[in-house]
């Protein structure tokens, strides 16, 4: 089952006394799936060449002439793993959820007894009579 939230993000605002226009929101989607957090950004008219994406310090950063999105990530996500693919003005970020601790059976060692020695297998038969 996906979970999906849509944002808007206002990606900067212009600094007093230029002559800069406001930049125009950043829509986004944030799906979870059971394998992965998928991020679609959309980047309509940008040059791919001239989009930058990061992740450093448990943050996920987009950076285009549109503007600058960020997005923390779950620190234990091995960023090497993250993908960004781009078609028809649609960003894919795809980022794979750390894999779940499984359950490990621990063996028990005996501490300062040297090791009991091996009993030998008995074997018994049944027959009739028994």
Same mark, same amino acid.
């Given at each position: 089952? &996906?979970? @999906?939230? =849509?944002?808007?993000?206002?990606?900067?605002?212009?600094?007093?006394?230029?002559?800069?226009?406001?930049?125009s929101v950043l829509q986004h989607t944030v799906t979870q799936t059971d394998e992965a957090?998928?991020?679609?950004?959309?980047?309509?008219g940008v040059d791919p060449a001239t989009i930058?994406?990061?992740?450093? &310090?448990? @943050?996920? =950063?987009?950076?285009?002439?549109?503007?600058?999105?960020?997005?923390?990530?779950?620190p234990t996500t091995d960023?090497?793993?993250?993908?960004?693919d781009i078609l028809w003005g649609m960003l894919t970020l795809t980022i794979p959820l750390?894999?779940?601790p499984s359950a490990q059976s621990i063996k028990v060692n005996v501490v300062g007894q040297s090791a009991p020695a091996k009993k030998p297998a008995t074997t018994h038969r049944f027959t009739e009579k028994d």
């Open positions: 089952m &996906a979970n @999906t939230s =849509t944002k808007n993000i206002l990606l900067s605002q212009p600094r007093i006394g230029q002559n800069e226009t406001p930049m957090t998928v991020i679609e950004v959309e980047v309509p930058n994406v990061n992740c450093e &310090a448990h @943050t996920l =950063t987009v950076e285009c002439h549109r503007g600058k999105l960020s997005v923390p990530i779950d960023a090497t793993k993250i993908s960004a750390p894999p779940s």
